[in-house]
Structures are given as structure tokens and as C-alpha cells.
């Protein structure tokens, strides 16, 4: 963070606290069951399962100099694969972060700051910043993984900070109360495998999310992934509407395939 702590996402929480029967099985399990991972019992070490006890799945904040750690609800709960955070023209924090969800896509989401960064803050002061403020869901237009477009317009839609469902089942709550509200479709909100994301240092309002799964080029289907550009149309923090294009696609003619981490040379 530009205060000196360190952001942890809680990404595969579907697995936390449960019972392990030694060794287990490597896979997935797509019958419907909480626990995703084949051999796993599914129970809760604390007796509920991972889905009904919602104590992970959000961003985690540590100061490594005095161990002081805080849990980020506001950000929303989900399969947070990372977040990336600038500060705004105003002070504010704008923080981008993706929902990695391993058995169905994710989504994309944005966290503008009610209170303003000051340098001169301590960190312990700095580490609330993240605490209130307005989390937002993406929709891409006119559709989020269609191998025959790569490039479209988009919103930022305002989630209900005060609705606890909000907070503790992001994806889901969003799937009941935004995508039809808004006149959308699912598949405008679900992106493929949002991983990594990070804030382009020489324009701060341009945005870079790897998309492990997203579908090929039009003649080969083939889910070699892509990593989309998302540029805001203003300097605004609050600002709703958006681009974006796919600027890399994985795939035999490029190289590389499945995108996940992504950092910027100092050159």
C-alpha cells in the first residue's frame, strides 16, 4: 500500500477450516457441494461448512512493523485473487479486485474510499481507509467473453454497503439484486477467472485484469485466456462508466497461455 502494509487476498476460502483426511485427493468436485476439492469431508473443523460461515473471502491488511492486521468486509466477500490500489487526485483510495471463483466465473470490482490519504498519516490511521466507503461491480458490454468481440463499453454498479447478504455473499448477492435490476444478463457481469490485477503506473486510470479462462480466438475456442485493459472514462473515483479491450490473448500464436500475474519492469 503507499502506507507501507501489505494486502493478503483470501482467494480459495471454499477450503478453509475444514477437516482433512490425510492424503486427500487433487481435483474438483462439480456435484453441488461446498467443498470443491475431491476427498475433502466438507465439514467445518467448527462444525458448519466453509459456504455458512462466512469468516473468509475477504482482503486482509498487515502492518509488517507492529503485526496490527485488519479484515477489509467492505471489499466485499469473494474469491479474491488480489487487489490493486492508487490514490485518486482527491486523496481518496481506489482499489481494483478480481473474484477468481475456481467452478464458475467471476466478477470484477471496484472500492472508492470515503476518507482521503494523507501522507503525513500514520499507518495504523491509513489502515482504516479501507474500512468505509462504495464497492462497486462491473458490467461489460454488450457481453464479458465472447471469442468474436474484444473490446466494449462498461459500468460500474453501486453495491448496497448497508445489506449484511452484501457483504457476506458478494457474487451472489449481486447476481439477485443488480444483474436483473439493471436490465443485464450474466454473462455481462461473470468474467473468466479474474486473477491478477494491476493499475498501469504511467496512467493511473488504466487497469489490467488477466483473464485465465477467457475464450480464444474465433476460429479456436480453445480457453487460453486473455489480459483485458479496463480504462475509466474519467479521473473521477466515483466515475460509473468504462472501456475496455482485450490487449493480450493467450494461445500458440502468442506464447503464452492461462495469464495470472502481472508486474511492470521499472524501464
Not at 465439514?43 to 503485526?67: H, M
Not at 466465473?105 to 491509513?126: E, H, L, T
Not at 457481469?189 to 480464444?216: H, K, Q, Y
Amino acid at each position: 500500500t503507499p502506507w507501507g502494509t501489505l494486502m493478503s487476498a483470501e482467494e480459495n476460502y471454499q477450503s478453509y477450516g475444514l477437516k482433512r483426511s490425510m492424503p486427500f485427493a487433487l481435483g474438483w468436485d462439480n456435484d453441488g457441494d461446498p467443498n470443491y476439492y475431491v476427498g475433502e469431508p466438507g465439514l467445518n473443523a467448527y462444525g458448519a461448512t466453509a459456504v455458512e460461515k462466512p469468516n473468509y473471502g475477504y482482503i486482509f491488511e498487515v502492518d509488517p512493523f507492529t503485526g496490527q492486521g485488519v479484515k477489509h468486509t467492505a471489499l466485499g466477500r469473494l474469491h479474491h485473487e488480489n487487489v490493486a490500489l492508487r490514490v485518486a487526485s482527491d486523496g481518496r483510495i481506489v482499489a481494483y479486485t478480481g473474484d477468481d471463483a475456481p467452478l464458475a466465473d467471476g466478477m470484477f470490482f471496484k472500492f472508492v474510499s470515503a476518507g482521503k490519504y494523507d501522507p503525513a498519516m500514520s499507518r495504523a490511521a491509513a489502515m482504516s481507509l479501507l474500512a468505509e466507503g462504495q464497492l462497486y461491480v462491473a458490467q461489460f458490454l454488450p457481453t464479458s467473453n465472447d471469442p468474436a468481440i474484444d473490446q466494449g463499453t462498461g459500468a460500474w454498479h453501486p453495491i448496497d454497503m448497508d445489506d449484511p447478504e452484501a457483504m457476506a455473499f458478494t457474487t451472489k448477492w449481486v447476481e439477485q439484486n443488480i444483474v436483473t435490476q439493471v436490465g443485464g444478463s450474466l454473462s455481462q457481469f461473470r468474467v473468466p477467472r479474474a486473477e491478477d490485477c494491476e493499475i498501469v503506473p504511467s496512467s493511473p486510470t488504466d487497469v489490467l485484469v488477466a483473464l485465465t479462462t477467457a475464450a480464444g480466438l474465433p476460429a479456436d475456442r480453445t480457453n487460453y485466456g486473455v489480459v483485458r485493459q479496463v480504462s475509466e472514462a474519467t479521473e473521477d473515483p466515483d466515475g460509473t462508466a468504462f472501456t475496455w479491450v482485450n490487449v493480450l490473448e493467450g494461445g500458440q500464436h502468442t506464447g503464452f497461455a492461462s495469464p495470472d500475474n502481472m508486474e511492470f519492469s521499472g524501464g
